[in-house]
């Protein structure tokens, strides 16, 4: 299988993959109709018309598809909460990037174990969340979106790329050339942030995700002050143990004699197998370097022009292309939703990245800002002449309010006055946010925390407020040291959960009875 991975010979699909077309052949197994599900509707990303909802046809594998996932879930809930939270936290967030073709495709990579590939769904959020932070983390990995502010930084230092062409394989290129760090100027996050992307965009594409990527390191004119150890060890987990794609080969170009003797032995100690057996260092003259790549499916045309190839690499035109690529994306999505006047919008802002290379996002945003502006002093206006016109008939309804009043003193009548609108208690406000009283009043959240407990016996109380759709923070002033947004503890809300579980286990008893 290394000799395989190293010359290109991998079929390109997963173990699971190949017993998936067995299946397809008349071979069925216990896990066949599980694979073809999952050739079926595994998409680590979004192409086509695909959608997160759920699978566009129905295939062979669909009930195997649909008991794998729910196998999957049930795996995530029995790992601790501190290995969850980040995954619970991107269901509530950003549910399209939880979507069930994406959780799929690291049960693919993991030949059809759910507990491997719920493992590895889960520390793929926690990394997401380390390195992008609350902010940006649960947004859409895009330019526009978790990528916004590395955009020109990744640019000015494209210390990773990934490769427009492919090897002669058909596998995804990575290419490191790690002589243009310069950590005073760009950072080792900001680093770790740019390879999560170059690997998102290789996980997108379903047939480049199966079968795998080959990464080159230009290793030329390196000095000590340009490596980092703990930046490399965080470089390893991401590619072994976060991203549903394998490292087929890795090829260092032109090692340096610090690199060579000193770096690389170190390195090797903590890295995994799995990638120590498919290294390859290749030093010498540039021909020589060149003649081995070529034997490793790296001919001339597909190796950049920095390390003496024919492949002339712009990235300032690669991050353009992926703009283009995600704005008809996300206007593909629109169209899907039936928004007509958002995709007329959406389209003008395609056309225009298509033409000059570029979104006018900010544009747009200054657009709708000007627009928001005129119908503020538009509102504005109105208002000053209503209260004009008012003030100019103040003084007839005066007189009119005073001779009705001088009638009714006449008359012998009281003057009725206005009714004097007063402010809600505090207590009503309070009522006002709380809602109906309780006992008439079943919170749907928890009715959701129910239905899935009864669902999944074994499914911790916790999780099932979260699925629910409880959020909890910490606070070390209560017992538990959790409460939920609306001030309740934790303890109070598994209380309440369990008492709602028996009353519904006593309704359905007295059914059957």
């Known amino acids: 299988a290394i000799q395989s991975d190293l010359l290109g010979i991998t079929t390109g699909v997963s173990n699971l993959a190949v017993r998936a077309s067995s299946a397809a052949a008349g071979n069925v197994s216990d896990m066949g109709g599980i694979a073809a599900g999952i050739l079926d509707h595994a998409s680590f990303g979004y192409q086509g018309d695909m959608t997160s909802e759920g699978p566009s046809k129905v295939g062979s594998g669909q009930d195997g598809w649909a008991t794998t996932l729910h196998r999957l879930e049930q795996e995530i809930a029995a790992l601790p909460i501190s290995q969850t939270k980040s995954y619970r936290r991107a269901q509530r967030q950003c549910p399209d990037e939880v979507s069930d073709r994406r959780k799929m495709a690291f049960v693919e990579f993991d030949n059809g174990s759910v507990k491997e590939a719920a493992v590895r769904i889960c520390k793929y959020w926690e990394e997401r969340l380390s390195a992008f932070g609350p902010d940006r983390a649960f947004l859409p990995m895009t ?63 379903d047939d480049l995700r199966r079968k795998g990527y080959v990464a080159i390191y230009n290793a030329e004119n390196v000095q000590q002050h340009q490596t980092d150890r703990a930046l490399t060890r965080q470089h390893i987990v991401l590619l072994e143990n976060v991203y549903p794609i394998r490292t087929r080969a890795s090829h260092i170009c032109h090692p340096t004699k610090f690199m060579f003797y000193m770096f690389l032995p170190v390195v090797k100690i903590f890295m995994p197998k799995e990638i120590r057996l498919r290294l390859k260092i290749h030093y010498g003259d540039t021909e020589k370097v060149l003649r081995e790549l070529d034997g490793f499916c790296l001919p001339r045309d597909r190796v950049p022009d920095s390390l003496s190839g024919d492949l002339h690499y712009d990235m300032n035109q690669w991050v353009l292309d992926r703009m283009a ?143 629910g759709g409880f959020v909890f923070k910490d606070d070390p002033s209560v017992k538990d040291g959790m409460v939920d947004l609306d001030g309740t503890t934790l303890a109070q809300r598994k209380n309440n959960l369990c008492r709602r579980i028996r009353l519904e286990k006593e309704k359905l008893a007295k059914k059957s009875g």
């Not at 062409?165 to 290129?173: F, M, N, P, Y």
């Not at 740019?194 to 690997?199: F, G, N, R, S, T």
């Not at 999505?333 to 389209?347: D, L």
């Not at 008439?440 to 499914?459: G, I, N, S, T």
Request: with cysteine; proline share 6%.
């Open 143 to 205: 330019l526009a979106g978790a990528m916004k502010d590395e955009v020109v930084p990744m640019i000015n230092f494209p210390i990773w790329r990934r490769l427009p062409v492919t090897d002669a394989a058909g596998r995804a290129i990575l290419y490191g050339e790690t002589s243009r760090r310069d950590f005073t100027k760009y950072s080792p996050e900001q680093e770790v942030r740019a390879m999560m992307y170059m690997l998102e965009t290789m996980c997108e594409d």
């Open 325 to 467: 690529v995600e704005n008809r994306r996300l206007m593909l999505q629109i169209q899907s939703a039936g928004f007509g006047t958002a995709t007329s919008n959406m389209r003008q802002i395609s056309v225009a990245s298509d033409m000059t290379g570029h979104s006018n996002v900010d544009s747009s945003t200054n657009s709708a800002q000007g627009l928001a502006s005129k119908q503020r002093r538009g509102s504005a206006s109105k208002k000053t002449a209503r209260s004009k016109s008012k003030k100019l008939t103040k003084p007839a309804s005066a007189k009119a309010s005073s001779a009705s009043s001088s009638l009714d003193s006449k008359n012998g009548k009281k003057p009725k006055g206005k009714k004097r609108q007063t402010k809600p208690s505090k207590k009503q406000q309070e009522d006002l946010i709380r809602g109906p009283p309780r006992g008439k009043y079943v919170d749907p959240r928890m009715q959701k925390a129910v239905e899935a407990k009864m669902d999944d016996p074994k499914l911790p109380l916790y999780d099932a407020l979260v699925i």
